[in-house]
């Protein structure tokens, strides 16, 4: 982070995710006086930060991180224009925009990262996946991976292509995981529990159940089994879910199939 530190990071866009991003560099370390802010509606916490905000941005800086919405993509991008050709290193949280698009507006001659990162960023349990182009260097690959550890872990993929998966898996991930705890408390209250009880009680086994997941050396099929007992309540539930033609396996598929293809989609101004 010295090298952001001394010569500066801009930020475009300042919604849930940069936001998200800039608590955790400023709660690690980095000088606010060497954070840059375009936005054209900051926020109340981003106008009391100390950031530079709306201000002219330094020649030069280290990383321009672009954090807007994909549909105002058009219209953000050419104020980046005069950083391109190499001395700084573009990272992009912007959802259905390959690195053709930044390339062609930027240069190829740029160092470009795609970044996917996922909602729970915002509590700093996130994880995002980053891919580079042709003039991006290991030294760009590690500078941006510490900048987003601020908002939870990251993988690095093996080309672009595999961008349309992650995004169908943890991009949109949380909503899948949000509407399983929706119907989770709604099944519970079919039984006779009080709604709000039911919704407790939801919330609190998918966030421990998942917490487990993560912490736990077994793997989830493992996990599953470990509390199935035979021929009891659990496995009768399973039945159920692990259908191959009517449970979750083949119901998931199709959701994460159908996310997947959005994404193509949208990569291609779909």
């Known amino acids: 982070m010295d090298e952001v530190s001394a010569r500066g990071l801009v930020l475009l866009g300042c919604g849930k995710m940069g936001s998200a991003m800039l608590a955790g560099w400023l709660e690690g370390g980095l000088p606010a ?92 349990r996130g994880i995002t996946a980053i891919i580079g182009n042709d003039a991006t260097r290991a030294a760009h690959l590690d500078l941006a991976e510490g900048l987003l550890r601020a908002v939870g872990q990251v993988v690095r993929l093996d080309d672009e292509g595999q961008m349309d998966a992650v995004t169908a898996v943890s991009g949109s991930g949380p909503a899948y995981v949000f509407h399983l705890i929706e119907t989770l408390a ?32 077994e793997d989830p099929g493992q996990l599953r089994v470990n509390v199935t007992s035979p021929g009891g309540t659990t496995a009768a539930a399973l039945a159920v879910l692990m259908d191959e033609d009517s449970g979750l396996p083949a119901l998931l598929r199709r959701a994460v199939k159908a996310a997947a293809q959005r994404s193509r989609e949208l990569a291609h101004g779909g």
């Open 33 to 124: 006086g060497s954070v840059w802010v375009q936005d054209p509606n900051p926020s109340d916490w981003l106008r009391g930060t100390g950031v530079h905000l709306n201000d002219a941005m330094p020649d030069a800086p280290a990383v321009a991180l672009i954090a807007v919405k994909p549909q105002m993509m058009g219209a953000a991008l050419p104020a980046l224009q005069a950083l391109g050709g190499g001395g700084t290193l573009f990272v992009s949280v912007a959802a259905g925009t390959p690195i053709s698009a930044f390339e062609a507006a930027l240069g190829a001659d740029s160092p470009i990262i795609r970044a996917m990162p996922n909602t729970p960023a915002a509590v700093g």
């Open 186 to 217: 709604a099944a519970g209250a079919a039984e006779g529990l009080p709604a709000d009880l039911a919704l407790h009680l939801a919330r609190a086994t998918v966030a421990g159940a998942g917490a487990l997941a993560e912490g736990a050396g």
